[in-house]
């Protein structure tokens, strides 16, 4: 007889990673062997927040690359504050982003007054 009923309480401000590894460790898991990503970086050419669910997801493009990347908010703190022309690095599987590695600002910074 099989258990479907397991459920694993995470602290959502932990992300995306925290909560899987919590749950792989619940299965007795090694999430090292499953939670790889193939690491790029690029420049942004297009990004979008959309809301689903309740919960804000961006998406976005880069440069010479006809992917879709998806991220959620809780991932990074720097996601609501990327814009079009910044170079990214992240990690991501089948187009889902697994961690944000660097942001590197290449769009003009306004003067705070």
Same mark, same amino acid.
């Given at each position: 007889?099989?258990?479907?009923?397991?459920?694993k309480?995470?602290d959502?401000?932990? =992300?995306l990673?925290?909560?899987?590894?919590?749950?792989?460790?619940?299965?007795?898991?090694?999430?090292?062997?499953?939670?790889? =990503?193939?690491?790029?970086?690029g420049?942004?050419?297009?990004?979008q927040?959309?809301?689903?669910? =309740?919960?804000?997801y961006?998406?976005?493009?880069?440069?010479?690359?006809?992917?879709?990347y998806?991220?959620?908010?809780?991932l990074?703190?720097?996601?609501?504050?990327i814009?079009?022309?910044?170079?990214?690095s992240?990690?991501h599987?089948?187009?889902?982003?697994?961690?944000?590695?660097?942001?590197?600002?290449?769009?003009p910074?306004?003067?705070?007054?």
């Open positions: 007889m099989q258990d479907y009923q397991k459920v309480v995470t959502s401000n932990l =992300g990673v925290a909560a899987a590894k919590a749950y792989l460790q619940m299965l007795g898991a090694n999430s090292g062997e499953i939670l790889t =990503g193939q690491d790029i970086t420049i942004i050419t297009d990004i927040n959309v809301v689903i669910d =309740g919960n804000s961006y998406y976005l493009t880069l440069q010479n690359d006809e992917i879709i998806k991220a959620i908010i809780t990074d703190d720097r996601l609501p504050f814009h079009v022309g910044d170079k990214i992240f990690s599987s089948d187009g889902v982003i697994i961690t944000v590695n660097t942001v590197d600002k290449v769009t910074q306004i003067p705070v007054e």
